[in-house]
Nanobody, 114 residues
Framework: QVQLVESGGGLVQPGGSLRLSCAASRSIFNTYYMGWYRQAPGKQRELVAG???????TYADSVKGRFTISRDNVKNTMYLQMNSLKPEDTAVYYCNAGGFHGYWGQGTQVTVSS
């Protein structure tokens, strides 16, 4: 059964940090390109960061230098370390495997506000 489970969202002040985790079933984690997407109210879902099975990464311009995506191939878990958070980072963050038409987690809310 395909399973992606996110955790780690919450409320943080501007300039703060959060780390998101995505636990995946082994079959998914070893097969698909993994990524984090986000969707803010009234906006389209967008790719935040992606990572290949070999560790190659890509980032949206808006998060470069602030967010770091990583993966633990033993734990079948992907992470998104988010630093220097801004109010415009507020969104529901989704774990994804296989691109937009692939598999999705349930989402976790990240709110950046003072």
């Amino acid at each position: 059964q395909v399973q992606l489970v996110e955790s780690g969202g919450g409320l943080v002040q501007p300039g703060g940090s959060l780390r998101l985790s995505c636990a995946a079933s082994r079959s998914i984690f070893n097969t698909y390109y993994m990524g984090w997407y986000r969707q803010a109210p009234g906006k389209q879902r967008e790719l935040v960061a992606g990572i290949s099975s070999g560790g190659s990464t890509t980032y949206a311009d808006s998060v470069k230098g602030r967010f770091t995506i990583s993966r633990d191939n033993v734990k079948n878990t992907m992470y998104l370390q988010m630093n220097s958070l801004k109010p415009e980072d507020t969104a529901v963050y989704y774990c994804n495997a296989g691109g937009f038409h692939g598999y999705w987690g349930q989402g976790t809310q990240v709110t950046v506000s003072s």
